[in-house]
């Protein structure tokens, strides 16, 4: 008698969560014994943030199902609010779906959600991205869905250990590299002419001449502080005046703030010719831009993780990346202008940097298919018997 399929369900929450996820979905398509469901939600549904759910049926993926969970507003009591929304909403869809495995990757509060609501249905509960460290609240999100999870696939030595200190069972954590890494590989370099002037509004851009790319989200611990760093960055941008592409901030609390700046300064500087406000890039042309970009500046994971691939110089503005492993091509500076641009001025002076290994040598998306497809399903944890077997207690 044939097998039955483990039906895998990949949870998408927004653009850089598909960005990073797409080589695992394809990875587990490529498997005869995997099935896979793909669920979208958040601002992947948003037309505001890009509709990015258009995307992933672009790259011929189906859509299983569809979960609306964003609450408007992005002060600190909606991104709450959603999160209730969403464990409510996700369940729904577990309940309709009934996978054998939800895979999540990350920190957003959506995947937070996800793994609740699927920790309570008796599902089994994989782990993209765990271990790390950051600042904001996406700490505490990506630490509290570690601890839902019955198995992790961290990224780096480092956070795998840190999986472990903090008593997950040592034979459930993967170490496999971040699958970005595998995806910026399966890439050449040529961005589109018009990739940048088809859309958004500002200064045309050309992705054939060095230009800055630039992207700052809320940092959800500073909320009323947002419209005042997005100050500094402006000025500091604004001093240097080099070829910018500006992508909007997520819908995280604070957001508001900095895109009225961003509007503000348009509306002040309607003849500036550097500055470029796009609303979102599909993930093959923002892994493109980020490799061609002179530099990258803002507070991203992306600029963390994935420039270390590529050797990108990165400034990276402020705590959001707090605690982030990060390779030389790296530099943090407080949310300063005069920071910012003699950060700014000594990375285009220094170039292009070696790439890194840090997040990984490639293959990882391979190797979680893989483990996926053979582990044992379980769904309680036990972490008194963890701790014993990892502290070698009896």
């Keep these: 008698m044939r097998e039955r399929k483990r039906k895998v369900c990949v949870v998408l929450v927004d653009r850089a969560n598909y960005g990073r996820m797409l080589p695992v979905m394809r990875a587990i398509r490529e498997r005869p014994d995997l099935e896979l469901i793909t669920v979208c939600a958040g601002t992947m549904l948003l037309d505001r943030f890009g509709k990015a759910v258009e995307l992933v049926e672009r790259d011929g993926f189906e859509i299983h199902g569809r979960v609306y969970v964003e609450l408007e507003g992005s002060v600190p009591a909606t991104m709450a609010k959603s999160v209730g929304f969403a464990v409510i909403e996700f369940a729904s869809e577990f309940q309709r779906l009934q996978p054998d495995i939800v895979l999540l990757i990350g920190d ?15 599902l089994c509960v994989a782990h993209i991205q765990g271990g790390e460290v950051s600042g904001s609240i996406d700490e505490s999100a ?29 034979k459930t954590v993967f170490l496999v590299g971040c699958p970005v890494g595998d995806y910026i590989a399966s890439l050449d370099g040529n961005l589109p002419p018009d990739v940048f002037n088809s859309t958004g509004i500002g200064a045309p851009i050309n992705p054939e001449k060095p230009f800055l790319l630039v992207i700052y989200h809320p940092v959800t611990t500073e909320y009323e502080e947002q419209a005042a760093q997005t100050a500094e960055l402006l000025k500091a941008l604004d001093s240097i005046q080099h070829p910018t592409v500006w992508l909007w901030p997520n819908i995280d609390a604070g957001a508001e703030f900095i895109s009225k700046s961003l509007r503000v300064f348009r509306e002040h500087h309607l003849t500036s010719s550097w500055l470029k406000l796009i609303k979102n890039l599909a993930p093959e042309h923002f892994q493109k831009a980020l490799k061609k970009a002179a530099c990258a500046i803002g507070n991203s994971s992306s600029f963390v993780r994935d420039a270390t691939f590529t050797g990108t110089p990165v400034v990276l503005v402020g705590d959001r990346q707090l605690g982030r492993e990060m390779a030389e091509n790296v530099r943090m500076v407080p949310c300063n202008a005069d920071a910012i641009t003699a950060a700014i001025r000594h990375q285009l002076s220094v170039g292009r940097y070696p790439p890194s290994r840090l997040y990984g040598d490639g293959g990882a998306s391979k190797r979680i298919a893989e483990q996926i497809s053979r582990i ?5 944890k036990h972490l008194s018997y963890i701790m014993e077997s990892t502290l070698g207690m009896k």
């Excluded at 630490?143 to 008593?167: C, Q, S």
């Excluded at 044992?376 to 309680?380: D, E, F, H, N």
């Design 108 to 122: 957003r509060y959506e995947a937070l959600a996800a793994a609740i609501a699927a920790a309570y249905q008796n």
């Design 142 to 170: 990506r630490h509290a869905i570690t601890k839902f999870a019955h198995y992790h696939f961290p990224a780096t030595p480092r956070a795998a250990e840190y999986l472990v200190r903090m008593g997950e069972d040592p």
């Design 376 to 380: 044992p399903l379980y769904t309680q």
